[in-house]
């Protein structure tokens, strides 16, 4: 077998990332962990490596774009870049300032735009990079920031697809709907119940659902596909009602 091609995992420290981490190690991957807090990237590296995979963690801050550049000039053959750190909070459109949603877009979009931008200048043809989107880019009460933020994602990912179709790299996104992770679980406003009540199956997803589709993006299965943006959220985005 030739030597592994690499992966990076942004914000693969927790949640949805941490699964994702996992996943593309199951393939063969040798994979990043890249997050802000060093011992959440470093269990996830244990967890790769307790299921026969290969991995290493590092320290990164999206933002900062010279930090982004030592870690991929790092990487080796960088197959697969997934954006997935990002920020969120739940603020009352007359509470927000010009701030929350410079600080939501400056780390949701212009990070996965440098992080993005360095990996394209490296990664052979057949790579892949997979945005985290949210299903919140159709739009969401109490967190407009953050969900214009995603659905600028969405914008980001299909134009890039575009410019990098050239080069034999594809660009996807997936983008969750209510995923059980230890945030949800414990953020205030979260009734569980209520949530899963507006699910069309009854139930909330988890992170390995997610996992699963960028996996499948990520992949060679997934070679004529570019510029689209997979909802993963369980049908709620259907909209209508569950009865006649």
Not at 18 to 35: E, K, M, P
Request: aromatic share 4%; with cysteine.
């Amino acid at each position: 077998m030739g030597q592994a091609q690499t992966s990076i995992v942004t914000g693969g420290g927790a949640g949805i990332g941490r699964a994702i981490a996992l996943q593309l190690a199951q393939t063969g991957d040798n994979v990043i962990v890249a997050d802000l807090n060093a011992a959440s990237a470093e269990e996830t590296v244990a967890l790769i490596e307790q299921a026969g995979g290969r991995g290493r963690s590092a320290v990164l801050n999206v933002t900062d774009m010279a930090a982004v550049d030592d870690l991929i000039g790092s990487a080796g053959e960088l197959r697969c870049l997934v954006n997935n750190a990002g920020i969120f909070n739940v603020k009352p459109f007359d509470t927000l300032t010009a701030d929350d949603f410079r600080s939501m877009y400056e780390i949701n979009l212009v990070a996965m735009f440098g992080l993005s931008q360095r990996a394209a200048r490296v990664m052979p043809r057949g790579g892949a990079i997979v945005n985290i989107a949210s299903r919140a880019m159709l739009g969401a009460a109490q967190y407009i920031h953050y969900a214009t933020s995603k659905a600028a994602v969405g914008g980001f990912t299909r134009s890039l697809a575009l410019e990098l179709a050239p080069r034999g790299i594809r660009v996807n996104a997936v983008a969750p709907g209510v995923i059980e992770t230890d945030m949800l679980r414990a953020r205030s406003d979260t009734n569980l119940d209520a949530l899963r009540a507006m699910q069309p199956g009854g139930e909330l997803g988890s992170p390995d659902d997610i996992a699963a589709a960028v996996q499948f993006l990520a992949s060679p299965q997934a070679r004529f596909i570019t510029g689209q943006i997979l909802l993963v959220d369980g049908g709620r985005s259907l909209g209508g009602s569950l009865g006649i």
